[in-house]
């Protein structure tokens, strides 16, 4: 059961993907990257982890816009994957890369103070 939910995880972030930069036509949407969808055991829920280019405001934004096609993006996931049930899709904020920027400038700190 484990390979097919990586498969449908994997099937749903291209698709999804595509479905964002092709089919959508919110001028409310920014520059969006799918980074990652985790689904749940039963295959009936889906969280969606986007990355969004540009500020706080634009990203908020973003993702009401996101929130609002939801249901034309579940619906154009059903024409395009043939499984028993569409997921119920949630949007949410991937902030890794941030993360890892902070740890980055942290670590080039530490290193920097140990050469002195």
Do not use: N
């Not at 698709?15 to 930069?21: A, K």
């Not at 990652?36 to 816009?65: F, M, P």
């Not at 890794?96 to 140990?114: H, P």
Request: net charge neutral; proline share 2%; aromatic share 8%.
């Amino acid at each position: 059961m484990r390979y097919r939910r990586l498969r449908v995880q994997d099937l749903l972030r291209e698709e999804i993907s595509l479905i964002i930069q092709r089919e959508l036509q919110d001028p409310g949407l920014g520059f969006i990257t799918v980074v990652d969808v985790r689904v749940s055991e039963d295959l009936k829920s889906a969280k969606v982890y986007i990355s969004i280019y540009g500020s706080d405001e634009e990203q908020k934004h973003t993702l009401e816009a996101l929130k609002r096609s939801k249901g034309y993006i579940k619906f154009l996931l059903g024409k395009r994957v043939t499984l028993r049930y569409i997921p119920e899709l949630t949007f949410s904020l991937d902030d890794s890369l941030e993360r890892v920027q902070r740890m980055e400038e942290i670590f080039k700190k530490e290193a920097d103070e140990g050469k002195d």
